[in-house]
């Protein structure tokens, strides 16, 4: 087995070759060749709103419950004066 180095310098290499070496099309060429394109980039247009719409709706929950945890320290501390 080669030094950790060697092999370190080996694996950079290929990486470096792969990128520099045009070996064939892009894949949104290939699902365009296919047919493919429109329908799979709708698809993760949905994806992608749907993860937006549930991040959101979890920040609001989070800010709803801090706000009632705001309200409740603020209403005792109003009782207790």
């Known amino acids: 087995m080669p ?5 370190l310098e080996s ?14 099309s892009t894949f949104d060429s290939w699902l365009c060749a296919e047919g493919l394109f429109e329908k799979v980039s709708a698809s993760t247009a949905k994806r992608i709103a749907a993860r937006r719409a549930e991040d959101l709706r979890r920040i609001n929950d989070a800010a709803d419950e801090l706000n009632s945890e705001v309200a409740d320290v603020l209403k005792y501390q109003t009782l207790g004066e």
């Not at 950079?12 to 792969?18: A, P």
């Open 3 to 7: 030094p950790k180095s060697n092999r």
């Open 11 to 24: 694996d950079e290499g290929r990486e470096r070759e792969m990128r520099e070496k045009n070996i064939g």
